[in-house]
């Protein structure tokens, strides 16, 4: 059981947090089904969820193909970096 607070929030109970796997800064979707308040987890979509989409295709060529595929890759880069540094790999100057 847990209380609303004035400011219309509640506290996930640990046991629940666990097994959806939620951590702080994750978001929840909130759906009513009948008289039930259901909670999920919002997944996560990752530039890398795009792998593999055009396999087959020709993206591009030449300097276009090359740009894409910076840009793509400083994405991956920068993704990675909000990673390592949100897991406490190291300490943000």
Known sequence: MTTVTKKGQITIPKPFRDKLHIKEGDSVIFEVKDDLLV????????ILDLSGIAKGRKVGVGNEREYTKKVISKKIAEEGLKEYYRFGKCELK
């Open 39 to 46: 909670l999920k987890k919002k997944e996560k979509k990752s």
